[in-house]
């Protein structure tokens, strides 16, 4: 099984400012990555495909990177509404499905 | 615009099965894979499994040996059932559609399902 891990755990960031979060795959997963958003009480939202590719209808302060092990998430200039937890999701291992246990994204 | 509804009990006994059925409307359920995800309270997402519309079958290796999807495409619905529940299977239950191109694109709004006596 891939294991997939987010960091950090939470980052507070002010809104206007920009957020990197991280995740790493415990091996390859090529661009099989996708990245969600979640807010309480909602299902998760697909943000970005094939490590980098915006869902449709996504603002373009959201940006996806990286390939193989490594990858980045990065919203340019936060706005309230992204504070959010954030998933990624690997599936680079057909047919298993795996997430990151989650980013959480507050107000600072 | 493609919509998905989670329906079935909310509460189911332990060592019973749960049901749920996924109602998709506004677009066809041919030609997709369609999967189930649950999260549990305050936790993150685990991936069930998924379905094609052929009928054809993954299960997460983790709940496989508890785990039967079908689909219905006469009635554009898949469904979910998990046998032998316990309390650590009460989870909200996502249905969901896997896009082709990667990534999960459409969410049912979820449904809590909580096992108890």
């Known amino acids: 099984e891939i294991v997939m891990t987010q960091s950090p755990a939470t980052l507070s960031v002010s809104p206007g400012e920009r957020a990197t979060l991280s995740c790493r795959a415990s091996?390859?997963?090529?661009?099989?990555l996708a990245w969600y958003q979640q807010k309480p009480g909602q299902a998760p939202r697909l943000l970005i495909y094939?490590?980098?590719t915006r869902a449709t209808g996504i603002p373009a302060r959201f940006s996806g990177s990286g390939s193989g092990t490594e990858f980045t998430l990065t919203i340019s200039s936060l706005q309230s509404e992204d504070f959010a937890v954030y998933y990624c999701?690997?599936?680079?291992?057909?047919?298993?499905?795996?997430f990151g246990q989650g980013t959480r994204l507050e107000i600072k | 615009q493609v919509q998905l509804q989670e329906s079935g009990p909310g509460l189911v006994k332990p060592s019973e099965t749960l049901s749920l059925t996924c109602t998709v409307s506004?677009?066809?359920?041919?030609?997709?894979?369609w999967s189930w995800i649950r999260q549990p309270a305050g936790k993150g997402l685990e991936w069930i499994g998924r379905?094609?519309?052929?009928?054809?079958?993954n299960y997460n290796p983790s709940l496989k040996s508890r785990v039967t999807m079908s689909v219905d495409t006469s009635k554009n619905q898949f469904s979910l059932k998990l046998s032998s529940v316990t309390a650590a299977d009460t989870a909200v239950y996502y249905c969901?559609?896997?896009?082709?191109?990667?990534?999960?694109?459409?969410w049912g709004q979820g449904t809590l399902v909580t096992v108890s006596s």
């Open positions: 506004g677009g066809s359920i041919s030609s997709y894979y």
């Open positions: 091996q390859s997963v090529s661009s099989n």
């Open positions: 379905i094609y519309t052929s009928g054809s079958t």
């Open positions: 969901a559609r896997e896009n082709s191109s990667g990534g999960t694109d459409y």
């Open positions: 094939g490590a980098s």
């Open positions: 999701q690997q599936y680079n291992n057909w047919p298993l499905i795996t």
